[in-house]
């Protein structure tokens, strides 16, 4: 069985980078470790990380909810917005 790509997280080494649009336009890189920072949660792992814009002072928060083999299942923004990999620059 093939496993697609998500379109917004990518996988670099043993992290998992994105970008964050929040309210005010201001794009916010993120990386996320797997071994430090993603916390096992009933069917698999989940991390929540608070992002703080560092020109316009947003903020926003980025949740994640994880399978068992580390593949992302659900992704909710409050206060911004995930950005597609295919727009990063």
Not at 67 to 78: A, F, G, H, I, L
Request: contains cysteine; positive net charge.
């Amino acid at each position: 069985m093939f496993f697609r790509r998500d379109p917004h997280l990518k996988v670099e080494g043993r992290f998992f980078l994105c970008r964050v649009k929040t309210a005010s336009g201001e794009v916010v890189p993120i990386r996320i470790s797997r071994t430090a920072e993603v916390s096992p949660a009933e069917g698999g792992y989940f991390v929540r990380k608070e992002i703080v814009a560092p020109n316009s002072l947003d903020r926003a928060v980025l949740e994640v909810w994880f399978d068992r083999r580390m593949r992302p299942r659900r992704k909710e923004v409050q206060g911004g917005e995930l950005v597609p990999i295919k727009e990063w620059k």
